[in-house]
RNA sequence: GCGCCCGUAGCUCAGUCGGAUAGAGCGACCGCCUUCUAAGCGGUAGGUCAGUGGUUCGAAUCCACUCGGGCGCACCA
């Protein structure tokens, strides 16, 4: 049990006699900010004052006074307005390490009641290479599922994968009109990847060549705005002042905006084999738009190519995957609801919570302007349709207790939406769950991108981490008076450093927040980064070499002493892990794990420092010790690899 | 115009659905290797929690407004 499930029940048992619902004042039970005031405070005794009509004091005088506590606390002790302030008896914490030691799951039990939950994270569109803004939602996912099985649950994880949108008509019209074989022969998706952008980007140029004169027009009457605005204006007029500057936001966003349409038609016009070819196809857009429709009406034709191009683009995705150690349960792409998608439509429309509107089939949720369309004017469905569809597939076929979609923040609405109408639909007892993240911004401040404004493609960032990994393993391993590592090694070690550095830069933030991307920061040696983490492994395993002892032999039958204060706080630290998954899981935020981690290993270092293993004083003492970093490193490696991040013995 | 999110140390970020003197890392400065990996450890400096008002025993946290920034908003996914 969990150090604060155990301390809970114990106040339970007192609170119950003095308020109906005691699950708020539990939840004031928690780790003392500062060590002065021991290891666990209660805060409960001053909201209670009013309920109860005593001072707080007097409660929490009362409340400790029939606490039954002895076997694991000092006295407890009330302090300032009515704090009481708790101290695990320093047997108790010894016994408990003890306990655990020869146990897998470090002491974590398993949930009562596991749930089968079904991650969707990831959804990269195919034939489109994944870049940096897939990063998050694959990390963030991955991480939740590894911690959600270890807690007790049953998971899926479920790639929801991009196969059947607008992209495939792009393709589909870019093979067809500028394909070139030998390329497509040697690299398919490299040349489709190719072909995307390049209609895209001709689909874009005209897009851009009809808006201009449009936005010249928009940025003209701003600029008059501007102009007539401040002629009259009143510099005195607080209200004007603030409207003016609206004006001129206007103007400016108008402004930022004709530039990047012009720009657009003046790089494609400088290339002149390329204004051929747009010239050579006006309609591009239009067209590639068909081919899509065409392809999900059934055209024979395009379902072949669809046909040979999709296992070339999995491979591609599947390639990245390995390299982050990732894997899917199901990889259930929207083509594979396709066939589901006209009897969703019909099911909303026969129990009557669709409307018409605009010749669109659309849900309305009471409070929102927006609809939620589900059939396009056109008669084509939209992933609104697509979702529902796999909410219902999920749940029916797939018997699913709770959904989780680990996407960006600025599908927010979408998500309110759908889940509202999948509750009205039926699904009134499926739990389903955005959970949402931010940018990972450049240092400019900007959305992260290559200098050329591209996105940065996923397969060069775990390279470019794995080479600067590597320079700072030859560089240490080189200073050593003889090297640790093999050539193999280096490369290895580098490889679970890199992609560990990734990994943890993402998810040590937590995910509402927008972050910044930072080289340096993300593979320093120092601070709460994975390489420290991996390197207090690696220091841990060094010790067992150096004194030629199996770290199984230590997991049974040692007995605990905690002879210094740094050996208690890394004990006691230890022990929380239970309580750091219940707190990662609950509102499921990885961050969590990484502060534990960070407390963890930063607590190891102090041990480290402080209590030498080798020249313990008894060898009673030595076994202790032992018995503290065997239970630290599987720590260190358990918690890591729930963040989908590995571990090296020597560094 | 409507809606959502954000503003905390020089920088990057935490701050556990109201709790004690607001924390960490990096950077800066000062120390510590004849001793298990110094990729380490100890210490110092650094804050008007954007601003104003309110709610109460108590506010970075809740409410209102102001300022500043980001992102969504009808047939793309």
Redesign the pocket.
């Known amino acids: 049990m969990s150090l604060l499930t155990l301390l809970r029940s114990r106040f339970d048992s007192v609170l119950r006699s003095m308020a109906d619902d005691t699950g708020?004042l539990l939840?004031?039970i928690?780790?003392?900010?500062?060590a002065?005031?021991?290891d666990y405070?209660a805060?409960?005794?001053?909201?209670l004052?009013?309920q109860l009509g005593k001072p707080?004091r007097e409660i929490a005088a009362e409340v400790v006074s029939r606490l039954q506590l002895d076997d694991l606390c000092e006295a407890p002790e009330v302090?300032?307005?009515?704090?009481?302030?708790l101290k695990f008896r320093s047997e108790f914490i010894a016994a408990r390490i003890t306990e655990i030691a020869g146990d897998d799951r470090l002491g974590v039990t398993p949930v009562d009641n596991p749930r089968h939950v079904i991650v969707d994270f990831s959804s990269p569109?195919v034939a489109k290479p994944m870049h940096v803004g897939h990063l998050r939602s694959t990390v963030i996912g991955d991480a939740i599922c590894r911690t959600l099985r270890f807690a007790g649950h049953r998971v899926t994880s479920d790639n929801h994968i991009?196969d059947?949108?607008?992209q495939f008509g792009m393709i589909i019209y870019g093979y067809r009109h500028f394909r070139n074989d030998a390329a497509y022969a040697a690299e398919p998706v490299a040349e489709l990847s190719r072909l995307y952008k390049l209609v895209n980007q001709l689909s874009d140029y005209h897009t851009a060549v009809q808006k201009l004169p449009v936005l010249k027009t928009v940025l003209e009457k701003a600029e008059k705005g501007v102009q007539e605005f401040q002629a009259t204006l009143d510099a005195g007029d607080?209200k004007a002042q603030?409207q003016l500057?609206?004006l001129q936001?206007q103007a400016e966003s108008a402004r930022t905006e004709l530039r990047a349409c012009e720009s657009t038609v003046a790089n494609l016009q400088s290339d002149a084999s390329l204004l051929a070819i747009a010239d050579a196809h006006p309609n591009i857009a239009r067209l590639a738009?068909e081919e899509?429709a065409k392809l999900h009406a059934g055209d024979a034709d395009n379902q072949k190519l669809w046909d040979e191009f999709l296992p070339a683009c999995l491979q591609a995705l599947q390639r990245i995957y390995d390299r982050l150690g990732i894997q899917f349960d199901l990889s259930l792409g929207?083509s594979f609801y396709n066939p589901m998608l006209p009897e969703v439509v019909e099911s909303l429309k026969s129990k009557q919570l669709s409307t018409v509107?605009?010749?669109?089939v659309?849900v309305f949720i009471e409070g929102n302007?927006?609809?939620f369309?589900v059939?396009?004017?056109?008669g084509?469905?939209?992933?609104?349709t697509?979702d529902l569809a796999t909410i219902r597939y999920r749940h029916e076929t797939l018997h699913a207790d709770e959904l989780l979609y680990v996407v960006d923040?600025?599908?927010?609405?979408?998500f309110q939406l759908l889940f509202q109408t999948a509750q009205h639909w039926g699904f009134e007892k499926l739990r389903m769950r955005h959970i949402s993240f931010?940018?990972v911004?450049g240092a400019d401040?900007?959305?992260y991108k290559t200098r050329s404004g591209d996105n940065v493609g996923l397969e060069s960032l775990i390279d470019e981490a794995i080479s600067r990994?590597r320079r700072?393993?030859d560089e240490?391993?080189n200073?050593r008076e003889s090297p640790?590592?093999s050539e193999e090694q280096r490369a290895r070690?580098a490889e679970i450093?890199g992609i560990g550095g990734i990994k943890y830069a993402d998810l040590?933030?937590?995910?509402?927040?927008?972050?910044?991307f930072?080289w340096?920061?993300m593979l320093?040696?120092?601070?709460?980064?994975a390489?420290?983490m991996?390197?207090?492994y690696?220091?841990i395993?060094?010790?067992f070499?150096?004194?030629q002892i199996e770290r199984t032999a230590v997991r049974s039958g040692c007995a605990v002493i905690l002879s210094c204060s740094e050996e208690r706080a890394l004990a006691l630290q230890l022990l929380q892990f239970d309580d750091a998954i219940r707190?990662v899981l609950?509102e499921y935020?990885p961050?969590?794990l990484t502060?534990w981690l960070?407390e963890t290993?930063?607590k190891f270092?102090?041990?480290?420092?402080?209590?030498?293993?080798?020249?313990a004083e008894t060898e009673g003492l030595q076994k202790s010790?032992l018995v503290l970093c065997d239970l630290m490193a599987r720590s260190l490696h358990t918690g890591l690899s729930l963040l989908g991040i590995e571990t090296?013995?020597?560094?």
């Open positions: 708020p939840e004031m928690r780790p003392a900010q500062d002065r005031f021991g405070q805060n409960f005794a001053m909201s004052s009013k707080p302090a300032g307005p009515g704090f009481i302030n569109n991009g059947w949108g607008t607080k603030k500057a609206q936001r738009r899509t929207e509107s605009d010749g669109a659309c302007r927006a609809p369309i059939q396009k004017s056109d084509a469905y939209t992933y609104a697509t923040n600025r599908q927010s609405e979408h931010g940018t911004m401040g900007k959305p990994a700072i393993i240490n391993d200073r640790a590592l070690v450093v040590h933030h937590n995910r509402d927040s927008d972050y910044t930072d340096d920061k320093a040696t120092t601070g709460d980064t390489a420290y991996q390197y207090a690696a220091r395993c060094g010790i070499r150096k004194l707190s609950s935020r961050h969590l502060a960070f290993a930063d270092s102090k041990f480290y420092d402080r209590c030498s293993v080798q020249d010790r090296a013995e020597v560094m």
